[in-house]
């Protein structure tokens, strides 16, 4: 069976989260390597052992384009066609504006008529039977789904799972023989200033390269403006990213992929964003096993005390629960009805300090920390509410794809 072969994509524990409501050119010249060979390394990424033997790598004057390579045969075109409401508009309107810049163009329907939208992506096959890792809003809602290889052959494709926290999909390509596949790398090895490579179809350009460097890591989705709370850390590089190149690997100078190609901020330049492979494998897993990813919900809307946000609270004329400028921890702005934490007895204006019995100072502190555990766990909260100190335990319910919020 396809899914027993994808068992290396295991890892332990459920990150997921608590529920909110709410390069210059002078820079790409290389004279030979850019950097001795790294030694023969091998590395967990939790239950899925990686083993990379760079000692017999040659990185010469050409090493980008050793690297794609190795690499490309595993990228793939995704075709998508959908059945929208005759109503939709032709901009796809309701769609965040980054997704609707990186998605590309995609024609609706004229009233009264039963044109399909039709967009386009990129992907990468991580098992040879077929499966391939792409971005929840390539295939979300698609009726149909080709895929184009780098040889030129066109297949069918099912989507096997899509999870919108991350913005990760996977997806079943039928093929009666076994497909090119990449070599996935390890994101927590990482750091700002390595060379990468960005592999896909940006603009309907196939097999497109272009190459960068990471520029920065851990991006959050509310500093890079992504419309509501993605459970990802970003890595952001300079490697031009377009329209087309979402879905498509991001790959280190080995050929290993190390990211998933994802977001542009309009109006940006030399600016682009990627989720890593560890949390990517991490997700894929999830949805090849049960075809969702199960998380952990209490139901708030979180925001940790900073001195900024402190004095945004002293100057809102709605704010009137008094917190002292020292105060350190997590405020609840909300609370939603009916939910773990409402029936635990949070309240909203309780700031708080921890979870589990370990320190928090911020609301993604807070998400992990429940996230860690399983649905239906208790966890001890430790909350601050007119002075006083006090504990309460909130059992744990499974996260719905669109909770009541």
């Given at each position: 069976?396809?899914?027993?072969?994808?068992?290396?994509?295991?890892?332990?524990?459920?990150?997921?989260?608590?529920?909110?409501?709410?390069?210059?050119?002078?820079?790409?010249?290389?004279?030979?390597?850019?950097?001795?060979?790294?030694p023969?390394?091998?590395?967990?990424?939790?239950?899925?052992?990686?083993?990379?033997?760079?000692?017999?790598?040659?990185?010469?004057?050409?090493?980008?384009?050793?690297?794609?390579?190795?690499?490309?045969?595993?990228?793939?075109?995704?075709?998508?066609?959908?059945?929208?409401?005759?109503?939709?508009?032709?901009?796809?309107?309701?769609?965040?504006?980054?997704?609707?810049?990186?998605?590309?163009?995609?024609?609706?329907?004229?009233?009264?008529?039963?044109?399909p939208?039709?967009?386009q992506?990129?992907?990468?096959?991580?098992?040879?039977?077929?499966?391939?890792?792409?971005n929840?809003?390539?295939?979300?809602?698609?009726?149909?789904?080709?895929?184009?290889?780098?040889?030129?052959?066109?297949?069918?494709?099912?989507?096997?799972?899509?999870?919108p926290?991350?913005?990760?999909?996977?997806?079943?390509i039928?093929?009666?023989?076994?497909?090119?596949?990449?070599?996935?790398?390890?994101?927590?090895?990482?750091?700002?200033?390595?060379?990468?490579?960005?592999?896909?179809?940006?603009l309907?350009?196939?097999?497109?390269?272009?190459a960068?460097i990471?520029?920065?890591?851990?991006?959050?989705?509310?500093?890079?403006?992504?419309?509501?709370?993605?459970?990802?850390?970003?890595?952001?590089?300079?490697?031009?990213?377009?329209?087309?190149?979402?879905?498509?690997?991001?790959?280190?100078?080995?050929?290993?992929?190390?990211?998933?190609?994802?977001?542009?901020?309009?109006?940006?330049?030399?600016?682009?964003?990627?989720?890593?492979?560890?949390?990517a494998?991490?997700?894929?897993?999830?949805?090849?096993?049960?075809?969702?990813?199960?998380r952990?919900?209490?139901?708030?809307?979180?925001?940790?005390?900073?001195?900024?946000?402190?004095?945004?609270?002293?100057?809102?004329?709605?704010?009137?629960?008094?917190?002292?400028?020292?105060?350190?921890?997590?405020?609840?702005?909300?609370?939603?009805?009916?939910?773990?934490?409402?029936?635990?007895g949070?309240?909203?204006?309780?700031?708080?300090?921890?979870?589990?019995?370990k320190?928090?100072?911020?609301?993604?502190?807070?998400?992990?920390?429940?996230?860690?555990?399983?649905?239906?766990?208790?966890?001890?909260?430790?909350?601050?509410?007119?002075?006083?100190?006090?504990?309460?335990?909130?059992?744990?319910?499974?996260?719905?794809?669109?909770?009541?919020?």
């Open positions: 069976m396809w899914k027993q072969r994808l068992t290396w994509l295991a890892i332990s524990g459920f990150v997921a989260g608590v529920s909110f409501v709410a390069g210059s050119s002078s820079s790409r010249w290389v004279q030979g390597a850019p950097a001795p060979a790294a023969e390394t091998s590395y967990q990424v939790s239950n899925a052992s990686i083993s990379t033997n760079r000692a017999a790598t040659a990185l010469g004057p050409n090493f980008i384009a050793d690297a794609v390579e190795k690499a490309s045969s595993g990228v793939v075109s995704i075709n998508i066609e959908k059945n929208a409401p005759a109503t939709r508009s032709r901009e796809n309107s309701e769609l965040p504006p980054f997704l609707r810049d990186f998605f590309g163009n995609r024609g609706g329907r004229t009233p009264g008529r039963q044109t939208e039709r967009g992506g990129s992907g990468f096959i991580i098992d040879s039977t077929g499966i391939l890792i792409t929840d809003h390539v295939v979300d809602g698609a009726d149909k789904v080709t895929i184009l290889l780098k040889d030129g052959t066109s297949l069918k494709g099912k989507v096997l799972g899509v999870d926290l991350t913005d990760i999909a996977v997806v079943r039928q093929s009666d023989k076994p497909l090119p596949t990449v070599e996935m790398g390890d994101s927590a090895r990482l750091r700002p200033g390595e060379w990468v490579i960005a592999l896909g179809n940006p309907g350009f196939s097999n497109t390269v272009t960068g990471v520029s920065a890591l851990n991006r959050s989705s509310s500093e890079i403006q992504i419309a509501g709370d993605k459970r990802v850390d970003f890595i952001q590089t300079d490697a031009a990213i377009n329209p087309g190149n979402s879905g498509g690997p991001l790959i280190n100078i080995y050929g290993e992929v190390i990211g998933i190609n994802t977001a542009i901020i309009s109006g940006a330049e030399g600016i682009g964003f990627a989720i890593p492979i560890n949390k494998r991490e997700i894929a897993y999830k949805l090849i096993k049960d075809g969702k990813v199960i952990p919900y209490v139901g708030v809307s979180m925001v940790g005390l900073t001195p900024e946000i402190l004095e945004q609270m002293k100057e809102d004329p709605d704010f009137k629960l008094p917190i002292p400028s020292t105060a350190k921890g997590v405020y609840v702005r909300e609370v939603v009805k009916g939910s773990p934490a409402e029936k635990g949070v309240l909203k204006g309780d700031i708080i300090i921890a979870v589990d019995d320190e928090v100072l911020d609301a993604r502190a807070v998400q992990d920390a429940v996230g860690n555990r399983k649905v239906g766990d208790p966890v001890a909260f430790t909350l601050l509410r007119d002075k006083q100190t006090k504990k309460l335990s909130i059992r744990t319910v499974e996260l719905q794809p669109t909770p009541t919020e």
